[in-house]
């Protein structure tokens, strides 16, 4: 098995109380029926959509990141699958679908020292 990231993107926040915590139930159904079947190896976090970003030769400091809603990264977490096309799959049950986010997967590169 291999790593990969799921990126959160997106994905609409507002909502009444009873909306947030319906939603907040599919995302733990979700997170545990990856780790009934070994795809969970870490859960992650959600992201504070404040922070700093440092750049360039000169190291500039400046706020951000300020992209679009739409694509700003608001979590992440870890999960094994044997190719990035299952992980691809397993990460079409997330409820971020349905406030219209997305997740971007990525192979996470093993480096050994």
């Known amino acids: 098995m291999s790593e990969f990231l799921y ?4 994905g609409d926040s507002s909502g009444s109380p009873e909306e947030m915590q319906q939603n ?3 995302w733990v159904a979700w997170m545990q029926q990856l780790g009934q079947q070994g795809h969970l190896k870490a859960i992650g976090n959600p992201l504070e959509r404040t922070g700093k970003v440092v750049n360039g030769k000169g190291k500039t400091i400046t706020d951000g990141p300020y992209a679009e ?17 299952e992980a691809a799959e397993l990460a079409k049950g997330c409820p971020i679908f349905d406030t ?3 997740v971007e997967v ?3 590169m093993q480096i050994n020292m």
């Not at 739409?70 to 990035?84: E, F, N, P």
């Open 7 to 10: 990126l959160y993107r997106g």
């Open 24 to 26: 907040m139930q599919k």
């Open 69 to 85: 809603a739409k694509d700003l990264v608001g979590g992440y977490t870890t999960i094994l699958a044997k190719d990035i096309n």
């Open 100 to 102: 219209g986010g997305a």
């Open 106 to 108: 990525r192979p996470i």
